[in-house]
């Protein structure tokens, strides 16, 4: 297995390094030829994956067949392959190598949008496919979302209720995506109860001041 590994991470390498674009890279681009997100997506050309990249889904070995290290190295060559190819491979929770790569190889026999202005993103999953019932699990991405987002109301919200719905969410993100480590990303300028003696929001330790009650908010970043 060994030897036919370092013959795959090889074939990636190259892969990653020779890259296929179905247009032509120009040195001086013009403002003109921008399009927006939404356009890009509904216009640009689509390609099988497996074709775009030489590298096929039964070329990639079952992960119990591999060791954890195989894991980790076969895992780390895939993703900067996809990022190369500007199909990138992004979780929002923290989840075990092994299930990644199991996601990627499972998930490898689709179309990839080939994208010039804005990031592609691999799916995770084939569509229709239940909440928890794809390669990730108990680590599903749609229903992480749709727990994060099934607090949220259509109401009128005043500030304060906005604000602690926002600090809730944000807690619920950070520890499915930290796991016991969440506490070092806790979101103080959104808990009242770190608020200075002024009603401010936590600072970070930016100093952050107000000069004044005219300050025009989207200028708050300038102080």
């Not at 190889?105 to 691999?122: C, I, P, S, T």
Request: include cysteine.
């Amino acid at each position: 297995m060994e030897r036919y590994l370092e013959q795959l991470l090889a074939d990636i390498a190259f892969a990653t390094q020779n890259v296929r674009l179905p247009f032509v890279e120009q040195e001086e681009v013009s403002l003109f030829d921008w399009v927006s997100e939404e356009e890009e997506e509904r216009t640009a050309p689509t390609r099988q994956l497996e074709e775009w990249t030489g590298i096929s889904k039964v070329q990639l070995p079952p992960p119990e067949m591999l060791s954890d290290e195989q894991v980790n190295r076969l895992l780390n060559a895939l993703i900067k392959m996809l990022d190369a190819y500007n199909w990138m491979f992004v979780l929002q929770i923290d989840v075990p190598e092994r299930i990644q790569y199991a996601t990627i190889r499972d998930n490898f026999d689709q179309e990839a949008k080939v994208k010039r202005w804005h990031m592609g993103f691999f799916e995770l999953c084939r569509p229709g496919t239940e909440h928890g019932k794809c390669s990730l699990g108990e680590y599903c991405q749609c229903r992480f979302f749709k727990e994060l987002f099934a607090g949220f109301s259509d109401e009128e919200l005043s500030p304060e209720e906005e604000r602690a719905m926002e600090l809730d969410c944000e807690i619920t993100h950070l520890k499915r995506k930290h796991g016991d480590d969440w506490m070092k990303y806790y979101p103080y300028h959104l808990d009242p109860d770190y608020d200075d003696e002024n009603g401010n929001p936590y600072d970070y330790g930016f100093g952050y001041e107000c000069e004044d009650d005219d300050d025009d908010d989207d200028n708050w970043w300038r102080r």
